[in-house]
């Protein structure tokens, strides 16, 4: 190399190397470039429906294992919009349901166990509560107990889980337009000897339950709400009979629909999918995970026709850390848990419809909440 050429390379290398590099620094702090993101997409979007769907325990090794073991096909295929959240509670990084789901409510981290109250066991406002508030009709359906963590945190507000009869005289106060899951017993065979149903059926209730009929037989009243209580306790899984979900589901939509002129929040949740995990058993967690696949493909069916209904996807956690391994094919997969235990591992979460945007990227479980709040414009 010449001289006078040596010099122009060493000065434009100081360049690079100090000098551009101390500009870059100077004019965009490398934190701001981490973190400033990409600008906000339809952030004014509103919908005037929600239907918000939880697989509990629905990681994306279940996923992926329920979609090679049904033909490498799923209905969650069609969303476009995919983020991811961090799922921890404020006192552990394992969380649990109640945790997870009154993270969604409420949009607070509280501990393990809470139902819709904070760290100091105070209640806090939930979506469901808020979508009350403003005249729009409220649904629920879920394959545990109605009174089960998931659904109970959006209407109930108690600082143990286990507090099932505290939780179903929430319920019985809060009254949801409609509610379909398990659990009879702690509406009419409680410790306080009250008769919830009956109460409820004293204001108007139509209340059908497993004993007495199929969800299929019950005629759904053109006034005043309706229950139907599908087990005495935890309903069955769907391998072993279990065959509300889809049904239940679907006449959820126009019954609220009808309800209020406002729109409607709908809360369907897989709840069985993380009873697989805990079982290590990747049957029970396919079988679970493709009985709530089908419920997504006709809630999209209906929120595609619909224009206005935004739908979410997601789950409260993942469960035994799922995965299938070496040996697999897609007839036969192995599969493989590492815990029978939830797992810290982010959830995926998948959105449709008006508002849909805003669930791009990674975040929060806490901003799920930020973002139907403000969906829903409450
Ligand atoms: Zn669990």
Not at 151 to 164: L, N, T
Not at 202 to 226: A, H, Q, R, V, W
Not at 266 to 280: F, M, R, T, Y
Request: with cysteine.
């Amino acid at each position: 190399m010449k001289r006078t050429n040596l010099v122009i390379f060493l000065a434009f290398f100081c360049c690079i190397h100090f000098s551009c590099d101390f500009l870059i620094k100077k004019e965009v702090p490398s934190e701001s470039i981490v973190h400033a993101g990409l600008p906000p997409v339809n952030d004014l979007a509103v919908a005037k429906n929600v239907i918000f769907l939880v697989g509990d325990g629905m990681g994306l090794g279940q996923i992926t294992g329920a979609m090679y073991a049904n033909g490498n096909k799923l209905n969650l295929e069609r969303f476009k919009t995919i983020g991811l959240h961090k799922t921890h509670a404020s006192d552990k990084l394992i969380t649990d349901s109640a945790a997870g789901a009154t993270a969604f409510s409420c949009g607070i981290k509280t501990y393990n166990g809470a139902i819709g109250v904070r760290d100091d066991k105070s209640a806090c406002e939930t979506l469901a509560e808020l979508a009350k508030k403003a005249r729009m009709s409220v649904g629920m359906v879920a394959t545990s107990t109605i009174v089960h963590a998931t659904p109970a945190s959006f209407y109930s507000h108690q600082p143990q889980r286990k507090m099932y009869d505290e939780i179903a005289m929430d319920l019985a106060n809060f009254k949801p337009d409609y509610f379909v899951g398990g659990g009879k017993k702690f509406f009419d065979r409680r410790d306080d000897e009250k008769d919830l149903i009956k109460m409820m059926q004293s204001e108007g209730y139509t209340i059908g339950n497993y004993f007495d009929n199929e969800f299929l037989e019950m005629d759904l009243p053109e006034k005043g709400g309706f229950g139907f209580l599908t087990a005495d306790e935890d309903p069955l899984p769907v391998a072993q009979g279990r065959n509300y979900l889809l049904s239940a589901s679907v006449a959820a939509i126009p019954f609220l629909a009808k309800r209020s002129d406002r729109g409607f929040f709908l809360l369907i949740e897989g709840s069985q999918i993380d009873w697989g995990g805990h079982a290590n058993d990747g049957d029970y967690v396919v079988s679970e995970l493709l009985d709530f696949d089908r419920v997504i493909g006709r809630v999209l069916d209906y929120a595609e026709k619909d224009g206005n209904t935004l739908v979410v996807v997601t789950a409260d956690h993942e469960t035994g850390g799922y995965s299938n391994i070496q040996g697999s094919t897609m007839d036969s997969l192995v599969t493989k848990f590492t815990s029978g235990y939830h797992t810290a591992t982010m959830v995926p979460v998948f959105a449709y419809g008006p508002g849909a945007n805003k669930f791009q990227g990674i975040y929060e479980n806490t901003e799920i909440y930020q973002k139907l709040k403000s969906v829903m414009d409450l």
